[in-house]
């Protein structure tokens, strides 16, 4: 497995998750352009990052063949990487993901201010598991 490519994923997202709570201000959201793109942004390269960490996991480990970016933390919970109970939010992330990426439609600020203010943890929670399993298994 290409341990320093996840590493350097896992790195990014700690740094998106530290960015964020350095310099957000989730009260001005909604008011403020430049406050909800470089917050959007932030969320957006941290969530491709952890995408990119469980492409690398499917590929490697060889668990199926994903149609969707969603389906890959499907696999990689099948596989004990992340809670099994945690692929449904996961795929949620994944969905925010795809509409900011996409441009299917404007993201609300309110959306934007939720994950902002109860999900970095979750970033957080899913570069730990990965470290830690990657640490005691030798993966």
Known sequence: MDQKLVEKYAAH???????????ARPADLERDPVQYGFVVHELQTAVQA???VAAILVAERRLGEPATNRE?????????WVDPDRSDLWKRI???????VHRYLTVD????????ENHLDDL??????IRDRLASSGN
């Open 13 to 23: 997202i700690v740094e998106a998750v530290a960015r964020l709570r350095r310099h």
């Open 72 to 80: 890959l933390f499907d696999l990689i919970a099948r596989d004990g």
């Open 50 to 52: 952890a995408i990119d």
């Open 124 to 129: 957080l929670a899913f570069v730990r598991g």
């Open 109 to 116: 600020a309110q959306i934007v201010r939720g994950i902002l």
């Open 94 to 100: 994944v969905s925010f993901r795809n509409i900011v």
